[in-house]
């Protein structure tokens, strides 16, 4: 530990993406450049709707340049308007996806234990208005998925989740990414599986799967036929060449990530004020994420003074998911914005503190961080 003692040298940022060897990602570069076809739908992109496909478990998949543009698509895809019911508890794409369709969000409170939208909750927001939910599974912890799908049928609205934290996290052996109309991921830098930017619809027909790939690209069905007012979404040659290198490399990173998430719990769990999530059983996780709850009477000290308490050291962690959504200036006129409506979502945004998880962060560093966070306060993890 005598390295680590101090100040590292190197800073450790909340997550740090896995990439291939240099080398064969060459060998794709160079037949890019031969066949000097960049983007449409190429050759890689269709090898890697395949591939991508077969890893998930899924039948139908359309990919993107990011995972933003696929949930303004998969919004727009399903003819969503009105009012969408959705969870001040995520990244701000969610709800930014909503507003771009012109879309109302109503806002709608989580869960304490699995920071998911909180199925009890739902139907009082429901109005004659509402046309569909777009739940996220938080942390790759899936959503109620049963008990929100009872409620869209008994009302007659689509589900649309936000899976962008969810690469292959599957429930009973079955892929999460099969619920609901739609799924949605991101293959963002810092998500456990990245092209660089990218994303990706999931659906479960083939026409679904067609309008989705007429939207994503301005609306052409041939050369010269343009069926709706389409945008350009798609993810291009470079982007499909990593995701197929990625695939090589993403059960061992994923089996890296579960390891340090093992650390992470067996060091920190006889702190009290501190807590974490725990697997569901029969859940395959992704670990994407590590939030640690940071009760500030409990643990003597506040999320923020451990954030800034790891910063002197070099080492970032993330305040996701602070500030919510709902507090944000677009959205916290609307009546559903309020705290008093969001109670939960609001202690675990002040109390949430994402620590460093990827596959190449070494476990003596994780037992510095854990060190830091206890030791400091007098209460020792040995
Ligand atoms: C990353 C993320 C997005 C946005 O994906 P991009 O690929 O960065 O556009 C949307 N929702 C959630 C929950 C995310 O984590």
Not at 82 to 92: K, L, R
Not at 162 to 177: E, N, Q, R, S, Y
Not at 267 to 292: H, N, Q, W
């Amino acid at each position: 530990m005598k390295d680590f003692m101090g100040k590292s040298d190197k800073s450790i940022y909340v997550t740090q993406p896995f990439l291939p060897p240099l080398d064969e990602f060459q060998e794709y570069l160079k037949q890019i450049w031969d066949s000097k076809w960049l983007t449409n739908n190429g050759k890689f992109h269709q090898e890697l709707e395949k591939a991508i496909c077969k890893y998930l478990g899924v039948k139908y998949i359309s990919l993107f340049a990011n995972g933003t543009l696929a949930l303004i698509v998969a919004l727009k895809g399903l003819h969503i308007t009105g009012e969408v019911i959705t969870t001040p508890y995520s990244f701000v794409a969610t709800t930014h996806a909503l507003w771009w369709n012109g879309i109302k969000p109503v806002f709608v409170d989580i869960e304490p234990n699995t920071f998911n939208l909180d199925p009890d909750k739902i139907e009082v927001a429901i109005t004659p208005r509402t046309t569909a939910i777009l739940p996220v599974h938080v942390y790759g912890n899936p959503c109620d998925v049963d008990r929100i799908q009872k409620i869209a049928d008994s009302y007659g609205l689509k589900v649309i989740y936000d899976a962008c934290h969810t690469f292959g996290v599957t429930m009973k052996g079955i892929p999460i990414l099969n619920y609901g109309d739609l799924s949605v991921l991101s293959f963002h830098a810092t998500k456990v599986y990245t092209t660089f930017e990218g994303g990706a619809i999931v659906s479960h027909d083939e026409a679904t799967k067609k309008r989705i790939d007429n939207l994503k690209n301005f609306g052409f069905v041939d050369e010269t036929t343009v069926v709706t007012a389409g945008i350009n979404a798609k993810m291009n040659e470079f982007q499909a060449a990593l995701g197929l290198l990625q695939l090589k490399y993403i059960d061992k990173n994923i089996k890296k990530r579960r390891i340090i998430a093992e650390v992470y719990r067996e060091k920190l769990k006889r702190i009290e004020g501190l807590t974490y999530l725990e697997d569901m059983p029969a859940v395959r996780y992704c670990y994407s994420y590590f939030p640690l709850l940071i009760d500030k009477e409990k643990f003597g000290k506040s999320r923020d003074e451990v954030y800034e308490e790891l910063k002197k050291y070099n080492i970032y962690g993330r305040r996701y998911f602070y500030p919510l959504i709902s507090q944000f200036p677009t959205y916290r006129g609307l009546p559903s914005a309020s705290p008093e409506n969001l109670p939960v979502a609001e202690k675990l945004s002040a109390e949430v503190l994402c620590i460093p998880i990827y596959p190449d962060l070494s476990l003596a560093m994780v037992e510095f961080i854990c060190r830091i966070i206890s030791n400091r306060y007098g209460k020792s993890i040995d």
